[in-house]
């Protein structure tokens, strides 16, 4: 029908063209033409716009058809658990050492990624697929079906235990089935909002978090961004205004951004708070408070926050960004030592640190030589930035191919060091704390403690860079006087995991020194302030 109307359009054209050309034609034929050409257009447009509006209708109705298959999965996944169920749910935590607390009726575990599938679009599904992964982690199994159906979580674990991808599958599949947001600011240099906002503590962490979050954008048609300091900025505002949908973030430069830059924070759906203790013990929190008051607020947004401990700070924390969550622990809340890690600890005088470096390198890699060809990983931890540059120094003096990580170093450099202690192109890192939290590096047989830890909860943390993903490690660390305030803690970690304790440690006095407050010192009580008060009752 339409294409005959354009035939016959097209003729009444031609005929009113020539009759207008040609030299003394009659004024009212003309006019007769050119009326004729009109309403037949007019047939047409009418013809036009009612076969677009009937395919618009149909495909409302697929979109309604879908929408209530989508609301009859939501709705089949929040039915009450039933008896038989609850019964294997508790058997599986159990077998895992997961313990859930405010999960409410819908309470469910994704053991499997065929549960999984069901429930997300197909397009992230890919990420899963193109991994190879047997089956979920843990945190994977319990968070996802909790975090598809819209609740807000605290996940408690430790590092390498599958955290990044336990937020980024329900956050991806949600923007995926969603158009891009439009932002409310217009005018030069204004910038799309985002949909995802990830707040990491360290550089190395951040774009360790973007290594995965890249390649699973890319296979759903998403774009993500990396975004830290001590890099020019201009580079990160031009990819922004193009348009981002998950941003991974140091909170310092995501600040300055902001605040300075006009970044749009006020459509974002998701925020995810990754190492959360870590950031508080980094003194991030005026940053992550300044950032939060440009986000939606907590009821309209969904909060994601993981923390490898679950101190008193950490929980107010909590209160603050996090609306009615879920808290799902794996482990335990108090911070233990891998058991898969076999912990030596050397009692020494302060200068015999050196030659006592050199005695176990030779001890656990042979020579310097032998070392480079074998390619044993080694992290030797440091305290301070100007002893990593001494002590890396020192080493490749000694023939050790070695390189160095801490904070005086510029960040093409960090991230190249990083990149070749990862490839196994030199196979020794020297590092300050920034390398002790989250940094997942394959394959690391030893760790030497050159010099001991501030807390005790780093000490867990650096030695817990070995005896990943199952495998077993070794950490050597060298204890002096300087660090006997730390000698009942670290007993106490031993015992735990069954470790043999040196005896010249109970030298320095094994009494545990009671935590104090900053304004009220030790008069005070560490108290769990998200329970809820019980009545007392006297006889």
């Known amino acids: ?271 995810v708070l990754d190492e959360a203790d870590r950031m508080l013990d980094l003194g991030f929190m005026p940053e992550i408070r300044a950032i939060a008051s440009h986000l939606p607020s907590k009821e309209k947004r969904q909060s994601l926050m993981y923390t490898a401990t679950w101190p008193n700070a950490v929980r107010k924390l909590a209160e603050e960004f996090v609306n009615r969550p879920v808290k799902v622990t794996v482990g335990s809340d108090v911070l233990t030592a891998n058991h898969r890690v076999t912990q030596h600890v050397d009692v020494m005088e302060q200068r015999e640190k050196d030659m006592r470096l050199q005695d176990v390198l030779k001890k656990y890699c042979g020579s310097a030589q032998k070392h480079k060809s074998t390619k044993t990983r080694v992290l030797v931890f440091v305290l301070y930035k100007k002893e990593a540059a001494r002590v890396e120094s020192a080493l490749q003096r000694r023939g050790w191919s070695c390189v160095g990580i801490h904070g005086d170093k510029g960040q093409r450099d960090r991230t190249a060091a990083l990149a070749d202690f990862r490839s196994g192109r030199t196979p020794m890192l020297v590092a300050t704390d920034v390398a002790a939290r989250g940094l997942d590096i394959p394959d690391v047989q030893f760790v030497i403690n050159y010099s001991f830890p501030l807390t005790i909860e780093d000490y867990i943390h650096r030695i817990g860079r070995t005896g990943r993903a199952g495998k077993t490690g070794v950490s050597h660390t060298f204890f002096t006087r300087d660090d006997k305030a730390r000698a009942a803690e670290l007993t106490n970690i031993l015992r735990e995991a069954g470790q043999v304790i040196p005896p010249d440690l109970s030298k320095f006095g094994l009494y545990t020194k009671k935590k104090t407050h900053n304004l009220y010192g030790a008069h005070f009580k560490d108290v769990d302030m998200t329970k809820k008060a019980t009545r007392i009752t006297f006889d």
Request: net charge positive; proline share 5%.
């Open 1 to 271: 029908m339409i294409d005959s109307l354009k035939k016959e359009v097209k003729v009444l054209r031609k005929k009113y063209k020539e009759l207008k050309n040609q030299d003394g034609a009659d004024k009212k034929e003309v006019k007769k033409a050119k009326k004729a050409m009109k309403a037949a257009k007019k047939r047409l447009a009418e013809l036009k716009s009612s076969q677009s509006s009937s395919k618009r209708k149909r495909s409302s109705e697929g979109e309604k058809e879908s929408k209530t298959e989508k609301k009859q999965k939501i709705t089949t996944s929040k039915k009450p658990v039933s008896k038989a169920n609850a019964d294997e749910l508790n058997r599986w935590r159990e077998e895992n050492n997961i313990n859930v607390e405010n999960a409410g009726a819908e309470d469910s575990v994704w053991q499997s990624f065929e549960q999984l599938r069901s429930n997300i679009e197909p397009a992230v599904m890919k990420i899963i697929d193109n991994a190879g992964f047997q089956k979920p982690t843990p945190i994977q199994a319990q968070c996802w079906p909790l975090a598809c159906q819209g609740r807000d979580i605290v996940g408690v674990a430790e590092t390498g235990s599958g955290k990044t991808l336990a937020f980024l599958i329900p956050a991806l599949s949600s923007l995926v089935s969603k158009p891009r947001r439009v932002s409310k600011r217009k005018g030069p240099g204004s910038m799309p909002p985002i949909g995802m906002l990830v707040l990491s503590p360290t550089r190395e962490l951040a774009m360790q978090i973007q290594d995965v979050a890249d390649e699973a954008c890319k296979l759903c048609g998403l774009a993500s961004l990396c975004v830290y300091g001590g890099v020019p900025k201009y580079t990160q505002l031009a990819a922004l205004r193009k348009g981002v949908d998950v941003c991974v973030a140091t909170p310092g430069r995501l600040r300055d951004l902001v605040e300075n830059s006009g970044l749009d924070l006020s459509m974002a759906e998701f925020f």
